[in-house]
């Protein structure tokens, strides 16, 4: 888990990404983002990255 300010060039990039898929418009995405923004200014950021590794052999 990530946080504070530094990480805003990522929710940045997540919030642009889905405005130009259509997923969201880009006032949803812009809104979403300020709130990002408020939350660091708070010191409330939280950014979870999960990441998932499977392995296997075959038999």
């Known amino acids: 888990m ?3 300010a530094a990480m805003l060039p990522i929710v940045a990039g997540l ?6 898929s259509g ?3 880009a006032d ?3 809104a979403w983002l300020d709130e ?6 708070d010191g409330r950021m939280l950014l ?5 590794l ?3 052999t075959r038999p």
């Open 2 to 4: 990530l946080t504070g």
């Open 15 to 20: 919030a642009q990404s889905r405005a130009a």
């Open 23 to 25: 997923a969201v418009s």
């Open 28 to 30: 949803q995405a812009e």
């Open 36 to 41: 990002q923004r408020r939350r660091a200014s």
């Open 48 to 52: 979870a990255v999960p990441m998932f």
């Open 54 to 56: 499977a392995s296997a």
